[in-house]
């Protein structure tokens, strides 16, 4: 069975610092990997994919997101963090093979600080 | 841009009612997905529908049903409203059957069911 994982509920940084909201997955197939945002009191925003290709996907907003198979992680990753940043990020997954549907993690809240 | 747009952004309903969400997207996309989302827990899918007429159970599908008469409308329908159907409601929709185009999401409907 499909799953993901959101290991942090919350990630607290610094604006200016880099951040990082982790992501792993388990499929029995070559994996669907998206990320996206929900700012409060609005739907969830695309941010970026990966479907095959290069490992290291840029997104919106400055973000990027790197695959590594050996390690089945997709973390979201960012330079510089901004205030603006601040939200509740979801990880999300599907099996490419087997037609599943998008499973999603729990979410991780990323507060940045000025 | 791709537009998802819900009927309702709140709505408070008692208890034993019969309860319809609506949805409606501008860009003929041929799937359409209904998601609740709760504190802890995530995205939960609860029927999905990869064309007119057809649906699908997702996870959660008991005590809702949905109605998909025409291609850019999908309902969700609570069949006799209970307190734990309380909830936020998101509906999303995505382009073809191959699953690695992104879901575009709506603002969600906030139901409090007393």
């Known amino acids: 069975a499909q799953s993901v994982a959101q290991p942090e509920d919350q990630v607290n940084v610094a604006e200016g610092n880099p951040l990082t909201v982790k992501c792993t997955y388990s499929?029995?197939?070559?994996?669907?990997l998206f990320w996206y945002v929900q700012y409060p009191n609005r739907g969830l925003q695309f941010l970026l994919k990966y479907i095959t290709g290069d490992n290291l996907v840029k997104g919106s907003y400055g973000f990027e997101a790197e695959f590594n198979k050996s390690q089945t992680s997709f973390h979201l990753k960012k330079p510089s963090a901004l205030v603006s940043d601040s939200a509740l990020y979801f990880c999300?997954?599907?099996?490419?093979?087997?037609?599943?549907?998008?499973?999603f993690g729990k979410g991780t809240t990323l507060s940045v600080s000025s | 841009d791709v537009k998802v747009t819900q009927s309702s952004r709140y709505l408070v309903k008692r208890t034993g009612e019969k309860v319809f969400l609506e949805c409606v997207q501008d860009?003929?996309?041929?799937?359409m997905f209904w998601y609740r989302q709760d504190p802890g827990l995530g995205l939960r899918l609860i029927y999905f529908?990869?064309?007119?007429?057809?649906?699908e159970k997702g996870d959660i599908p008991e005590g809702y049903s949905v109605s998909r008469e025409k291609k850019e409308r999908f309902s969700l329908i609570l069949e006799s409203a209970s307190t734990n159907q309380t909830s936020m409601y998101l509906c999303?929709?995505?382009?073809?059957?191959?699953?690695?185009?992104?879901?575009?999401f709506g603002d969600g409907t906030r139901l409090s069911i007393l």
């Open positions: 999303a929709s995505s382009l073809g059957r191959g699953g690695y185009q992104p879901q575009h």
């Open positions: 499929v029995s197939g070559n994996p669907y």
């Open positions: 999300a997954v599907r099996d490419g093979q087997a037609g599943t549907a998008l499973i």
């Open positions: 860009m003929d996309h041929e799937n």
């Open positions: 529908s990869y064309d007119v007429k057809m649906k």
